[in-house]
């Protein structure tokens, strides 16, 4: 949080799933969703189209990365 807050972006929230998190991007503006890359495809891709529909950067963090889930990713529409 502290780290966002010094590039400018306000407190960041959670939400209990992707698909919620989907759901919500169609609602609300943010600027950055931060997305685990261990969530499936069909959920990845959702919410990354609905980041992208809703002009939010979309950055995926893991606990460790492979080439497949980078390219996995990649695939889904996430940036960093």
């Known amino acids: 949080a502290a780290m966002l ?15 919620l998190a989907a759901a919500r991007l169609a609602r609300e503006r943010f600027d950055l969703v931060i997305v685990p890359l261990d969530a499936s495809s ?10 992208h ?6 950055l995926g963090v893991a606990p460790a990365m492979e080439a497949a889930t980078l ?10």
Do not use: I, K, T
């Open 5 to 19: 807050a010094r590039a400018g972006y306000g407190v960041p929230e959670r939400v209990p799933s992707l698909e």
């Open 53 to 58: 529909s809703a002009g939010a950067s979309v």
């Open 42 to 51: 069909a959920a990845l891709e959702a919410a990354c189209a609905a980041a």
């Open 71 to 80: 390219l996995r990713a990649m695939r889904a529409g996430v940036q960093e």
